[in-house]
C-alpha cells in the first residue's frame, strides 16, 4: 500500500482537521489519512458525528433561509440616488452644545494667551506695557488693566459663543468646524473605497 | 443535502450564484456596470436586484437585525453607485459588493448597536418592518436557535461560517472579501466549525440559555 498509511496520524492530529473533513475541504493525502482513522478510531469518529449534526443545523438555517422574507431596498435606495443625504446608518450623534461651548472656551484661552504675551513684550518694542496697552480703542494705563480688559473681552466672547450654543445657529465657520466633527461618526460617502476596506485588518 | 443555489432564470430576485460564476454571468455584470457607468440607472437597478437578496441575508446573519441589514445593504449599494468610475471591470461585482457591505456590518457592529430596532424605524420617519417570515413555526424555531448559537461566535468566525455555510461562498471567495490569505480562512473556517459544534452541543445538553430567556 502507499507508504504515508504506514504511520497513522494521532488522534489530536485528525481532529484538528475533522472540522475541515465534514465541510469537504480537505484532499488527497490528508484526507485518506484522517477517514483512514476514522475508520478504526471509536471516539474520533463519535467527535465526526457531532461535526456532522451541527453542520446539518447550519444547513438548515440555510434553508430555512431560502423562504425568507425581505422587502427590496430599491425604493429606498432610489429616493436616496434622487436626493443624495447623509448615510442613514451613521451613529446618531450631533454636534452638541457642550461640545461647542469647550471648542469656544478654548478659542478664548487662546486669544488670552496671545493678548497677554503681546501685552508683555520686551520694552523698547513700541507695544508693551510701558508704552501702554491698546485694548478696545482704550490705552489701558497699567499691565493689571491691560490683562483685566483682555479677561472681561474673554468673558464676552465666552457669553456670545454660549448664546450661539443655546440658539443653535452658529456662524458660518462654526458650521465648518461642526460639520467636520460629525464626519467622524457619519459613513464618509466620498471617501475611496481603498481608504475603507482596511478595517478587516484588525482580524 | 444540496445547497441552496441562486439562479436568477428559476427564482428571479435571488441574484447570481457566486459559488460557480459562469463567464455569461460576470461578463453580464460587466456590461452592466459599463452600463450603469454610462447612467443607465436600470442597469445599476438590475445589479441590485442581483445581488439584495443574497447581500441582505448574508448581512442579516452578521448583524442579527433584518432592518439593519436592510440599512447596510442599502448603504453598500450607494457606495457601489457613487464608486462605479473607479470600479476595475475585470473583477466581480458580486466579491466588491460583499466586501463593501462586510466593512460597513463590522464598523456597525462596533459602534451602532445600542440602538433597537424599533428606534432605528422610528428616527427614520417608519415602522418597522415587521419580523422575518418563516413558512413553518418549527423551521423558525430551529433557525432561531441556530441564529442564537451562531451570534456567539466571536465576528472573524461567525463571518467566515456565514459566507461559507450560509451563502455557499469558496474560500477563495471569502479570502477576497475579507481580504486574507486562503490558507487563514480555512484554518479559521475551520476553528470556526469547532467553536459551532462545541457551543450547538451545550445547548442541546441544555447547558446555555434559550434565546428566550436573554430577554
Given amino acids: ?203 | 443535502m444540496e445547497r441552496e443555489r441562486l439562479e436568477p432564470e428559476v427564482r428571479p430576485g435571488d441574484g447570481p450564484d457566486l459559488t460557480a460564476p459562469s463567464e455569461r454571468e460576470a461578463g453580464h455584470d460587466a456590461w452592466l456596470v459599463e452600463q450603469a457607468r454610462r447612467g443607465d440607472q436600470a442597469a445599476f437597478e438590475e445589479i441590485v436586484h442581483r445581488y439584495e437578496r443574497r447581500l441582505t441575508k448574508a448581512l442579516y446573519h452578521l448583524v442579527g437585525d433584518i432592518e439593519v441589514a436592510r440599512d447596510i445593504a442599502q448603504e453598500s449599494f450607494l457606495r457601489f453607485y457613487q464608486a462605479l468610475h473607479r470600479f476595475d471591470a475585470s473583477r466581480r461585482v458580486g466579491p466588491w459588493l460583499f466586501r463593501i457591505a462586510v466593512n460597513l456590518a463590522t464598523d456597525w457592529r462596533r459602534r451602532g448597536r445600542h440602538l433597537s430596532t424599533r428606534a432605528r424605524a422610528q428616527q427614520r420617519g417608519v415602522e418597522p418592518t415587521s419580523q422575518v417570515g418563516y413558512p413553518e413555526a418549527d423551521d423558525r424555531a430551529l433557525a432561531e436557535e441556530v441564529r442564537h448559537v451562531l451570534n456567539q461566535l466571536p465576528e472573524p468566525y461567525r463571518l467566515v461560517l456565514v459566507l461559507r455555510e450560509l451563502e455557499g461562498l469558496p474560500n477563495s471567495e471569502i479570502a477576497a472579501i475579507t481580504g486574507r490569505k486562503e490558507a487563514t480562512i480555512r484554518w479559521r473556517l475551520a476553528q470556526a466549525r469547532q467553536m459551532f459544534k462545541e457551543l450547538w452541543h451545550a445547548r442541546l445538553n441544555g447547558h446555555i440559555s434559550h434565546p428566550k430567556d436573554d430577554s
Fill in chain 1, 1 to 203: 500500500m502507499f507508504s504515508f498509511f504506514r504511520t497513522q496520524w494521532t488522534c489530536r492530529r485528525v481532529r484538528r482537521r475533522l472540522p475541515l473533513l465534514v465541510g469537504g475541504d480537505l484532499t488527497g493525502r490528508e484526507q485518506l489519512q484522517v477517514e483512514a482513522h476514522v475508520a478504526s478510531c471509536e471516539r474520533c469518529r463519535q467527535e465526526l458525528c457531532q461535526f456532522e449534526q451541527s453542520a446539518a443545523a447550519l444547513q438548515a438555517l440555510a434553508e430555512s433561509d431560502a423562504a425568507l422574507a425581505i422587502p427590496s431596498v430599491l425604493p429606498e435606495l432610489r429616493r436616496r440616488l434622487a436626493t443624495p443625504r447623509p448615510s442613514s446608518i451613521r451613529r446618531e450623534h450631533s454636534f452638541s452644545a457642550a461640545a461647542l461651548a469647550l471648542l469656544g472656551s478654548l478659542s478664548v484661552t487662546a486669544i488670552v494667551v496671545g493678548t497677554m504675551l503681546v501685552q508683555w513684550a520686551p520694552p523698547g518694542r513700541g507695544n508693551g506695557p510701558s508704552a501702554g496697552a491698546e485694548t478696545g480703542g482704550k490705552v489701558a494705563a497699567t499691565p493689571t488693566q491691560a490683562v483685566q480688559s483682555s479677561t472681561r473681552q474673554a468673558v464676552a466672547a465666552q457669553l456670545d459663543m454660549a448664546v450661539l450654543a443655546s440658539n443653535g445657529s452658529p456662524t458660518s465657520d462654526e458650521t465648518a468646524v461642526s460639520d467636520q466633527t460629525q464626519c467622524r461618526y457619519t459613513l464618509d460617502l466620498a471617501t475611496p473605497m481603498d481608504a475603507y476596506e482596511p478595517a478587516l485588518d484588525e482580524y
